[in-house]
């Protein structure tokens, strides 16, 4: 009998979930690549070559007068494996975890999320930021610059503040709270906006965000910030998209020189089904012969609306014995190796 009441209010409590409107999503994507640095190679597959694996759930509820609340907990998953990731090797939702609160106003999200500043590059890139073989992940290179913190896509205990969707001005406000920030230490805090111009064809659009530093053997000392600044600019001309981005990283660290990240790509559309990418990626620091050069070209066909098979072709060159590097290939430590990986995979949104 117990056994009998305790699926009756799951079915009872499930049922009242999907009434408010849950939905479960996700991706599955899976490529097999070849790759090459120095006097290594390996081939393998992997996963996130098109879009990150991932399996979310998110609500919403209509509370009148226009207000709705929502929320979203997104875990990422290597499905090569079956594990977690982000850190993983367990389910955990760190992608995205958040409550949100909307209205004619715009949107209130508290929790850990994407940065304003992620959702801007993103917008001008043709092959997706958090994708594997962007080479705009660059921008999360540090070689040359010492005690500077790489670019964080995601940020907890932020709240953020979202102008409501459309065309037209739009901005996007985030402020994370460290979890031991005081106000004699700021380490772990967040600061982050962006704000720009969506029109028919033409979108412009600025972003900054801080990181505060620190750690725990030095509690009260003044954590080092590491500040980043981006143009973007996106235009649509039938067919032809163009995307172009740049990036300036500073550090509050007097030793740390700061650098500059360019970046130029597009994407042609053959049709609903075919389209090809191409993007390069400069990047330079101030007072350092070490540079780094990416690039992606790309093929996506699109099987349905949900499928796509794709190909990738990924290249960085290290300059002066630089060691960045990109789509997770190792490269030795003051080596300038180069990265070659080419790729052909399945990606499949449910």
Same mark, same amino acid.
């Given at each position: 009998?117990?056994? !009998?009441?305790?699926?009756?209010?799951?079915?009872?409590?499930?049922?009242?979930?999907?009434?408010?409107? $849950?939905?479960?999503?996700?991706?599955?994507?899976?490529? #097999?690549?070849?790759?090459?640095?120095?006097?290594?190679?390996?081939?393998?597959?992997?996963?996130?070559?098109?879009?990150?694996? =991932? #399996?979310?759930?998110?609500?919403?509820?209509?509370?009148?007068?226009?207000?709705?609340?929502?929320?979203?907990?997104? %875990?990422?998953? %290597?499905?090569?494996? &079956?594990? *977690?990731?982000? +850190?993983? +090797?367990?389910?955990?939702?760190?992608?995205?975890?958040?409550?949100?609160?909307?209205?004619?106003?715009?949107?209130?999200?508290? &929790?850990?999320?994407?940065?304003?500043?992620?959702?801007?590059?993103?917008?001008?890139? +043709?092959?997706?930021?958090?994708?594997?073989?962007?080479?705009?992940?660059? $921008?999360?290179?540090?070689? @040359?610059?010492?005690?500077?913190?790489?670019?964080?896509?995601?940020?907890?205990?932020?709240?953020?503040?979202?102008?409501?969707?459309? /065309?037209?001005?739009? /901005?996007? $406000? *985030?402020?994370? !709270? &460290?979890?031991?920030?005081?106000?004699?230490?700021?380490?772990?805090?967040?600061?982050?906006?962006?704000? &720009?111009? %969506?029109?028919?064809?033409?979108?412009?659009?600025?972003?900054?965000?801080?990181?505060?530093?620190?750690?725990?053997? /030095? +509690?009260?000392?003044?954590?080092?910030?590491?500040?980043?600044?981006?143009?973007?600019?996106?235009?649509?001309?039938?067919?032809?998209?163009?995307?172009?981005?740049?990036? =300036? #990283?500073?550090?509050?660290?007097?030793?740390?020189?700061?650098?500059?990240?360019?970046?130029?790509?597009?994407?042609?559309?053959?049709?609903?089904?075919?389209?090809?990418?191409?993007?390069?990626?400069?990047?330079?620091?101030?007072?350092?012969?070490?540079?780094?050069?990416?690039?992606?070209? *790309?093929?996506?066909?699109?099987?349905?609306?949900?499928?796509?098979?794709?190909?990738?072709?990924? *290249?960085?060159?290290?300059?002066?014995? /630089?060691?960045?590097?990109? @789509?997770?290939?190792?490269?030795?430590?003051?080596?300038?190796?180069?990265?070659?990986?080419?790729?052909?995979?399945?990606?499949?949104?449910?």
């Amino acid at each position: 009998m117990k056994t !009998f009441l305790a699926a009756g209010l799951g079915l009872a409590a499930s049922a009242a979930a999907w009434a408010q409107g $849950v939905t479960v999503y996700g991706t599955v994507d899976l490529y #097999v690549a070849h790759a090459r640095s120095g006097s290594s190679s390996w081939t393998r597959l992997q996963d996130g070559g098109h879009t990150a694996s =991932r #399996v979310g759930f998110r609500g919403t509820e209509d509370l009148g007068g226009g207000l709705r609340a929502g929320f979203v907990l997104e %875990s990422g998953v %290597s499905p090569d494996t &079956g594990l *977690g990731n982000l +850190p993983g +090797p367990d389910l955990s939702f760190t992608r995205q975890s958040f409550v949100s609160l909307a209205g004619p106003w715009g949107q209130v999200d508290l &929790g850990r999320m994407y940065t304003p500043m992620f959702y801007t590059l993103f917008r001008a890139d +043709p092959f997706g930021l958090n994708s594997v073989f962007s080479p705009l992940n660059l $921008v999360a290179a540090t070689d @040359a610059q010492p005690g500077a913190q790489a670019f964080a896509a995601r940020a907890s205990n932020m709240v953020r503040y979202r102008t409501p969707p459309g /065309a037209g001005f739009w /901005a996007d $406000v *985030g402020f994370g !709270f &460290g979890e031991a920030a005081t106000a004699s230490k700021r380490s772990g805090q967040f600061e982050g906006a962006a704000a &720009g111009w %969506s029109g028919e064809r033409l979108t412009l659009a600025y972003a900054f965000q801080r990181a505060h530093g620190g750690s725990a053997a /030095a +509690p009260l000392a003044d954590p080092a910030r590491t500040t980043y600044q981006g143009l973007s600019a996106t235009y649509k001309l039938d067919a032809l998209d163009l995307y172009a981005n740049h990036v =300036r #990283v500073r550090s509050s660290l007097g030793s740390t020189p700061a650098a500059r990240l360019t970046s130029l790509g597009a994407r042609y559309s053959f049709n609903a089904v075919s389209q090809v990418m191409v993007e390069a990626v400069d990047r330079r620091v101030d007072g350092s012969a070490r540079r780094q050069l990416g690039w992606t070209l *790309g093929y996506d066909h699109n099987l349905s609306k949900r499928t796509a098979l794709y190909a990738r072709w990924l *290249g960085l060159g290290n300059r002066a014995d /630089a060691s960045a590097s990109l @789509a997770g290939v190792t490269v030795a430590n003051n080596s300038g190796d180069a990265v070659r990986v080419l790729a052909a995979g399945i990606r499949h949104n449910f």
